[in-house]
């Protein structure tokens, strides 16, 4: 599969101490999550307007969350949009946005990680799902404030990170 080829030469570039640019058969990697561990997430897309989510595991074989006409992600209004949780976030933002920081619960402000488009940020949104009926049970996310900046580095958008 062209992502599995994909995800082991990142895992390779990354082990060589380089991630810029790593593409495989139209796919493209963005940001990652716990980037130089064995395990977390790392965002791809394709030319084709695929987009995708690799999931590391330590000792085991990396998961994939693929979406082949792409999350159908809508950045125009708030500049973001989140394609996943738990652990962390992920998902895409627009052209303008240059920066996007997430405070946390304990009023921390953590910086997201953007690569292509795409970000990453580690911030607890508590235990993530280890179950089928964990992962289908209502869930009551903290709430986060997200600010997004564009040009200049100004402020465009200050609000709820997750919605309902």
Same mark, same amino acid.
């Given at each position: ?74 950045? &125009? ?50 235990? &993530? ?36």
């Amino acid at each position: 599969m062209e992502l599995t080829a994909l995800s082991e030469l990142y895992r390779s570039a990354e082990t060589a101490g380089s991630t810029e640019a790593v593409s495989h058969a139209g796919w493209h990697t963005g940001a990652r999550l716990w980037a130089g561990s064995a395990n977390g997430r790392l965002l791809a897309y394709n030319d084709s307007g695929a987009e995708a989510e690799c999931v590391f595991r330590e000792g085991e074989s990396t998961l994939f969350n693929i979406m082949s006409r792409g999350y159908g992600s809508d950045t &125009a209004e708030r500049g973001f949009a989140v394609w996943s949780t738990r652990p962390g976030v992920l998902g895409a933002i627009d052209a303008g946005v240059s920066r996007l920081e997430v405070t946390d619960a304990d009023g921390a402000v953590v910086g997201a990680d953007i690569v292509a488009r795409t970000f990453a940020v580690d911030v607890d949104l508590g235990p &993530a799902p280890q179950t089928v009926d964990e992962v289908f049970a209502p869930w009551d996310p903290p709430e986060l404030t997200v600010r997004v900046y564009g040009e200049g580095d100004s402020l465009r958008y200050e609000g709820p990170l997750l919605t309902s």
